[in-house]
């Protein structure tokens, strides 16, 4: 099975989230299993892959700015982002980006 | 130490490689490094950012499309993606998406 995210054809967005975390991993592993979740149910949701080692990637995409943004705004994922900042990411960067293109070997 | 890209302020390019390997991983690592050092000399590269679990996510950093597809057609570079496709990735899908925007805690 693959775990690559089956799109659409191009334009749509991609959230790329890096991240390091923190050495206190109470709770992250539920709440980011929920986040993934509850994401797939969003409108505007197309697809997620991740992947960490000392660095985590994970990379969500979206059909539009607007569905992005009332994701980030959904309540429980507000309470989720803020014991991330606070409590189990010790960096990240979030970039909002518009595929414009796609190749692949598997289609 | 992050791992996560300094890269500039938007907008600047993102390409997304999502990969799965196959079992034969001979020449893998080697060609991977010398890959990651040869990206990093190229014109118009800002970053690299990379994970694998049982998916890899590898997602390099650039300052435009002209940049990205001088570095798609660089010889060894060349040589290295054609042994990629016949060798050591059983799927794998490229996105070249266009950052609008970022956020970070870190900087």
Do not use: C
Not at 67 to 77: F, N, T
Not at 84 to 106: C, M, Q
């Amino acid at each position: 099975m693959s775990l690559i995210a089956e799109t659409p054809e191009p334009s749509y967005y991609a959230v790329i989230f890096s991240s390091h975390t923190t050495d206190d991993n109470e709770g992250y592993a539920q709440t980011a299993e929920r986040m993934l979740e509850l994401a797939a149910k969003q409108p505007g949701f197309l697809g997620v892959e991740s992947a960490r080692e000392e660095l985590g990637i994970t990379v969500s995409y979206w059909a539009d700015l607007e569905s992005i943004r009332r994701w980030k705004q959904h309540a429980e994922h507000r309470e989720a982002q803020i014991r991330g900042v606070k409590k189990w990411y010790s960096h990240y960067k979030i970039r909002i980006a518009l595929v414009e293109r796609d190749y692949t070997n598997s289609q």
